[in-house]
């Protein structure tokens, strides 16, 4: 992994775009394109409807989770402000490689904003994290106590093994003695959060709300491209699938997911052509969905250069 690292930043970017791409032409190798289209087709007005007011609701309550992180870190953040940066950061996200412009954006002005951006970073890192914790969390609440029995049975065994996978590479970290400090580092940045627990609470509620969302628009994409299943059941496949969709290999999402939601969609007994043709009205419904992070930026953008033109009517001739 050591050469990896050592790649530059553009070279890593590229990378990731490659590999995300190579995972869409590999799936669609398998699948056929039919199921892609199929995705296409099923989006709608009311899909698009359901998928902008789920989204509104997850900024909102993921806006709130990092303004209370960010609240620990000594950064004061108002409501309006985290709410609007959210969503440029989500757009960002989705339409620039990489998947993290719109955080480091989001991070980088609110620094500006304190003169403190290596806070700033701590705090937009911290947020995300978090939320990826709760997910990852209650995604393994849900799948593990799965009975033997269960169609879905298969992606709890998965899920299990991946949580080993992760416990184990925490543990080889924590062995090393750089390990343990790094740890121990992290540990001392977060304190000031991670002591206070009604903030843990307030964090927590928040990223049960913005997985709720996200999972919600999932079943909405799962229902209008036909799927035949119970929607508690595709509920439990797009947790899966959107635990994937974190994958840092991904163009605006796509990549990973889709090969994950065909797997998964597979073992479930469900078709992998259903998965795709899911995953890809997922997409289109969570692109259109951040829309609005597009007019806040734009309306960013006329506030700088009106800003600008007014500082340049009041130099002296």
């Known amino acids: ?6 790649m530059s930043p553009r070279l890593r970017s590229g990378a990731r775009i490659v590999a995300a791409l190579a995972v869409l032409v590999g799936t669609a190798a398998v699948v056929g394109a ?43 953040l108002a409501w309006g402000d985290a709410f609007a940066a959210y969503y440029r950061s989500q757009f960002l996200n989705m339409v620039l490689p990489g998947g993290v412009v719109g955080d480091v954006q989001r991070a980088y002005v609110q620094g500006r904003m304190h003169d403190r951006l290596d806070l700033a970073a701590r705090a937009v890192a911290a947020e995300r994290i978090a939320g990826q914790l709760v997910q990852l969390v209650l995604t393994l609440a849900i799948l593990l106590p799965l009975g033997l029995t269960s169609p879905l049975a298969p992606l709890a065994w998965i ?3 991946v949580a080993l996978l992760i416990v184990a590479g925490i543990a080889i970290v924590a062995l090393t003695p750089r390990g343990r400090a790094a740890l121990a580092r992290e540990y001392r940045m977060l ?38 299943a119970d929607p508690a059941d595709l509920a439990v496949v797009a947790l899966i699938v959107l635990a994937a969709a974190a994958i840092p290999v991904n163009v605006g999402g796509w990549g990973p997911r889709e090969a994950v939601a065909a797997a998964a969609f597979a073992l479930a007994g469900l078709g992998a052509g259903a998965g795709v043709a899911v995953s890809t009205a997922f997409g289109v419904l969570t692109i259109v969905a951040v829309a609005p992070g597009a007019v806040a930026l734009l309306g960013d953008r006329f506030r700088s250069s009106r800003r600008r033109s007014m500082i340049e009517r009041r130099r002296p001739v």
């Open 191 to 228: 304190r000031p959060v991670l002591s206070r627990p009604l903030t843990l609470l307030a964090i927590t509620a928040a990223s049960v709300v913005v997985l709720a969302a996200h999972t919600a628009t999932f079943v909405v994409a799962g229902l209008a491209a036909g799927v035949h």
């Open 1 to 6: 992994m050591a050469w990896v690292m050592s």
């Open 159 to 161: 899920s299990g093994a």
């Open 34 to 76: 039919a199921p892609f289209l199929d995705g296409l087709a099923a989006v709608s007005p009311w899909t698009i409807v359901a998928a902008v007011a789920l989204a509104a609701v997850a900024t909102a309550a993921a806006a709130w989770r990092w303004r209370m992180m960010s609240t620990g870190f000594g950064l004061p």
